[in-house]
Every structure is written in structure tokens, then in C-alpha cells.
């Protein structure tokens, strides 16, 4: 089993910055992908940014493409957002997931840290 656990959420004005961390642990060992995402209220989940461990290529939502930056740290078990000129539109309860084979989804899921923007 790999347990998740976000922290770095908060309130924060629009046009800030927060950093979101993401720990994983037990069974890490699989560990193709990790992801970070996102679901406001009344809204489907989404996507918000990728890292593929094997060649660091990473993939974001076109909505926060050059305001959030995805990174991890060699291991595998540590991933972070950083979410820089947020807006309003950001609010929303942010999972981190963890995609242990390439074919294969996300099979583990994180409990959320809320991060809200007040504009």
C-alpha cells in the first residue's frame, strides 16, 4: 500500500504563490507517474500537472501552464506544486495521485489540502 499526504494549502490574495507538498511512503517502489489535481465545488475533478519519473517530462493543464511548476525529488517520494499568480479560479480542494505502472491510472489518492484565492 502507498500513503499520500498533502500539505502546503491555504488562503492566499489573488496574484500570490503557495507551494504544495505532496509525501508518499509504504510500497513506493512502483512509481511510474505522479500527478497533482484538482476539483472545485460542482465541478469534475482535473488534471492539473504530471511528472513522469523516468526522464522528468511533465504535462499541465493549459489552464495553469506558466504559473504552476511540478518537481519531485530523486526518490520518487516527495512532489511539490508550485502555484505562482493564482486567481480566483484556482480554489479548489488540490489531490496528489500516484500512477505506479505505465499502463495502468492512478491508484493512489492523497485526502486533498484545500487551497482557496480570494480575489
Known amino acids: 500500500q502507498v500513503q499520500l499526504v498533502e500539505s502546503g494549502g491555504g488562503l492566499v490574495q489573488a496574484g500570490g504563490s503557495l507551494r504544495l507538498s505532496c509525501a508518499a511512503s509504504?510500497?513506493?517502489?512502483?512509481?511510474?507517474?505522479m500527478g497533482w489535481f484538482r476539483q472545485a465545488p460542482g465541478k469534475d475533478r482535473e488534471s492539473v500537472a504530471t511528472?513522469?519519473?523516468?526522464?522528468?517530462?511533465?504535462y499541465y493543464a493549459d489552464s495553469v501552464k506558466g504559473r504552476f511548476a511540478i518537481s519531485g525529488n530523486n526518490a520518487g517520494n516527495m512532489l511539490y506544486l508550485q502555484m505562482n499568480s493564482l486567481k480566483a479560479d484556482d480554489t479548489a480542494l488540490y489531490y496528489c495521485?500516484?500512477?505506479?505502472?505505465?499502463?495502468?491510472?492512478?491508484?493512489?489518492w492523497g485526502q486533498g489540502t484545500q487551497v482557496t484565492v480570494s480575489s
Open positions: 511528472i513522469v519519473w523516468s526522464g522528468g517530462t511533465t
Open positions: 509504504g510500497r513506493t517502489t512502483s512509481n511510474y507517474a
Open positions: 495521485a500516484l500512477r505506479p505502472r505505465l499502463l495502468g491510472s492512478y491508484d493512489y
